[in-house]
Nanobody
Protein backbone atom coordinates (compact mmCIF):
# COMPACT_ATOMS: atom_id res chain seq x y z
CA UNK A 1 0.00 0.00 0.00
CA UNK A 2 1.13 3.54 -0.76
CA UNK A 3 0.14 6.65 1.14
CA UNK A 4 0.30 10.03 -0.60
CA UNK A 5 0.03 13.35 1.23
CA UNK A 6 -0.21 16.67 -0.61
CA UNK A 7 0.66 20.04 0.88
CA UNK A 8 1.31 23.60 -0.22
CA UNK A 9 -2.10 24.68 -1.39
CA UNK A 10 -3.63 27.99 -0.44
CA UNK A 11 -5.01 31.31 -1.61
CA UNK A 12 -2.97 33.40 -4.02
CA UNK A 13 -3.63 36.36 -6.29
CA UNK A 14 -3.61 36.00 -10.05
CA UNK A 15 -0.05 36.11 -11.34
CA UNK A 16 1.32 34.62 -8.15
CA UNK A 17 3.02 31.31 -7.48
CA UNK A 18 2.60 28.25 -5.30
CA UNK A 19 4.56 25.05 -4.89
CA UNK A 20 2.72 21.86 -4.12
CA UNK A 21 4.43 18.87 -2.58
CA UNK A 22 3.40 15.23 -2.51
CA UNK A 23 5.14 12.93 -0.06
CA UNK A 24 4.86 9.19 -0.65
CA UNK A 25 5.24 6.51 1.98
CA UNK A 26 4.76 2.77 2.08
CA UNK A 27 5.58 0.53 -0.88
CA UNK A 28 7.16 3.23 -3.02
CA UNK A 29 9.92 1.15 -4.60
CA UNK A 30 7.86 0.10 -7.62
CA UNK A 31 6.68 3.55 -8.67
CA UNK A 32 6.56 4.03 -12.44
CA UNK A 33 5.24 7.58 -12.59
CA UNK A 34 3.77 10.34 -10.47
CA UNK A 35 1.06 12.66 -11.67
CA UNK A 36 -0.85 15.76 -10.66
CA UNK A 37 -4.53 16.17 -11.43
CA UNK A 38 -7.03 18.83 -10.47
CA UNK A 39 -10.77 19.04 -10.08
CA UNK A 40 -12.82 22.22 -9.99
CA UNK A 41 -16.39 22.28 -8.62
CA UNK A 42 -18.81 20.74 -11.08
CA UNK A 43 -16.05 19.57 -13.41
CA UNK A 44 -14.32 16.28 -14.07
CA UNK A 45 -10.88 15.56 -12.73
CA UNK A 46 -8.31 16.68 -15.28
CA UNK A 47 -4.70 15.92 -15.92
CA UNK A 48 -2.12 18.57 -15.05
CA UNK A 49 1.35 17.03 -15.21
CA UNK A 50 3.21 13.75 -14.98
CA UNK A 51 6.75 12.71 -14.05
CA UNK A 52 7.97 9.33 -15.26
CA UNK A 53 10.93 7.91 -13.38
CA UNK A 54 12.33 6.17 -16.46
CA UNK A 55 14.37 8.87 -18.12
CA UNK A 56 12.93 11.49 -15.77
CA UNK A 57 10.51 12.53 -18.49
CA UNK A 58 7.74 15.05 -17.95
CA UNK A 59 4.40 15.68 -19.58
CA UNK A 60 2.00 18.61 -19.21
CA UNK A 61 -1.52 19.59 -20.06
CA UNK A 62 -1.66 22.34 -22.68
CA UNK A 63 -3.38 24.65 -20.21
CA UNK A 64 -0.40 24.68 -17.84
CA UNK A 65 2.58 24.10 -20.11
CA UNK A 66 5.14 26.87 -19.67
CA UNK A 67 3.67 27.93 -16.30
CA UNK A 68 3.85 24.75 -14.21
CA UNK A 69 6.85 22.53 -13.59
CA UNK A 70 6.79 19.02 -12.13
CA UNK A 71 9.86 17.62 -10.46
CA UNK A 72 10.76 14.80 -8.11
CA UNK A 73 13.23 13.98 -5.37
CA UNK A 74 13.76 10.23 -5.29
CA UNK A 75 15.65 10.32 -2.01
CA UNK A 76 12.71 12.02 -0.30
CA UNK A 77 9.99 10.09 -2.17
CA UNK A 78 8.48 13.47 -2.95
CA UNK A 79 7.12 15.04 -6.12
CA UNK A 80 6.60 18.77 -6.55
CA UNK A 81 4.46 21.01 -8.71
CA UNK A 82 5.77 24.54 -9.09
CA UNK A 83 2.93 26.74 -10.31
CA UNK A 84 3.75 30.19 -11.66
CA UNK A 85 1.66 32.87 -13.34
CA UNK A 86 -1.43 31.45 -11.72
CA UNK A 87 -4.83 32.28 -13.18
CA UNK A 88 -8.31 32.18 -11.60
CA UNK A 89 -9.11 29.21 -13.82
CA UNK A 90 -6.38 27.24 -12.04
CA UNK A 91 -8.58 27.20 -8.95
CA UNK A 92 -9.27 23.58 -8.02
CA UNK A 93 -8.45 20.79 -5.63
CA UNK A 94 -5.12 19.38 -6.72
CA UNK A 95 -4.46 15.67 -6.34
CA UNK A 96 -1.25 13.72 -6.43
CA UNK A 97 -1.36 10.23 -7.92
CA UNK A 98 1.02 7.33 -8.35
CA UNK A 99 1.20 4.78 -11.16
CA UNK A 100 3.02 1.48 -10.77
CA UNK A 101 2.98 0.41 -14.46
CA UNK A 102 3.08 2.01 -17.92
CA UNK A 103 -0.15 3.64 -19.07
CA UNK A 104 -1.74 6.78 -20.34
CA UNK A 105 -0.29 9.75 -18.44
CA UNK A 106 -3.44 11.82 -18.72
CA UNK A 107 -6.05 9.27 -17.64
CA UNK A 108 -7.03 9.08 -13.97
CA UNK A 109 -7.82 5.37 -14.32
CA UNK A 110 -4.14 4.72 -15.17
CA UNK A 111 -3.16 5.63 -11.62
CA UNK A 112 -3.21 3.26 -8.68
CA UNK A 113 -2.94 5.48 -5.61
CA UNK A 114 -4.28 8.94 -4.82
CA UNK A 115 -3.74 11.59 -2.19
CA UNK A 116 -6.52 13.42 -0.38
CA UNK A 117 -6.03 16.64 -2.34
CA UNK A 118 -5.06 20.20 -1.51
CA UNK A 119 -7.10 23.29 -2.34
CA UNK A 120 -5.64 25.96 -4.60
CA UNK A 121 -7.61 29.19 -4.95
CA UNK A 122 -6.51 31.96 -7.28
CA UNK A 123 -8.24 35.30 -6.84
CA UNK A 124 -8.61 37.81 -9.67
Amino acid sequence: QVHLVESGGGLVQAGGSLRLSCAASGRTFNTYAMGWFRQAPGKEREFVACFTWTGSSTNYADSVRGRFTISADNAKNTVYLQMNSLKPEDTAVYYCAQRIRPGRNNLPRSYDYWGQGTQVTVSS
